[in-house]
């Protein structure tokens, strides 16, 4: 059974850095394949793709905030980080880390995954408030 | 860009839901998803691939499309599909989601 769980500081001041980890359970980081990925979700607005992490360590980012965002992962613990620089109240969402699974196919310029996510944490509120 | 309408969808249940997802440029390999989410829940997976149900999925969710165009179609609504339903390509990076379809009961 997958699961996956979101936490961190619920509330953040601007331009504080946001450290997010997603625990997980259920499968390996280490598994040809499969990922964790970032998603985040403005009240009452649209879902939002932040970044994404594979067993290869290969790392996708959303362009317009690749600036801000780090991820990692750490495959003894079970973990995936990822960090956000420079918080502001635009900010203020849901936070979701979700399972992710696909194709690695050839992107042009070299092989990448093409994967959906399939299984999703519950989702953490981070607040950017001072 | 993923665009998805109508934005708004009234409907009754038993009723069929017919639901549009459009991408600026031609989706790689038919990678779409599609997703359900209901008030204060995660998202949850209904389709890859544009047509393959994920595991649980009932077979009144269906999916299709190529290219730019892609459809996810709910034969007979049931009290629980009303939703928000969501699209996403994931076939080239940045996997951008469409802004969303709001099911509703009339």
Known sequence: QITLKESGPTLVKPTQTL????????????TSGVGVGWIRQSPGEA????SVIYWNDEKLYS????SRLTITKDTSKNQVVLTMANMDPVDTATYFCAHSR???IWGGSGYTHASYFDFWGQGILVTVSS | VLTQSPGTLSLSPGERAT???RASQ???GTYLAWYQQKRGQAPRLLIFGASTRAAGIPDRFSGSG???DFTLTISRLEPEDFAVYYCQQYGSS?????????????
Do not use: A
Not at chain 1, 47 to 50: E, G, I, M
Not at chain 2, 98 to 104: D, I, L, R, Y
């Open chain 1, 19 to 30: 450290t997010l980890t997603c625990t997980f359970s259920g499968f390996s980081l280490s």
């Open chain 1, 47 to 50: 879902l939002d793709w932040l």
């Open chain 1, 63 to 66: 362009p317009s905030l690749k």
């Open chain 1, 102 to 104: 696909g194709d690695y």
């Open chain 2, 19 to 21: 639901l549009f997802c």
């Open chain 2, 26 to 28: 031609s989706v790689r």
């Open chain 2, 66 to 68: 190529s290219g730019t």
């Open chain 2, 94 to 106: 940045p996997w951008p989601f469409g802004q969303g379809t709001k099911v509703e009961i009339k």
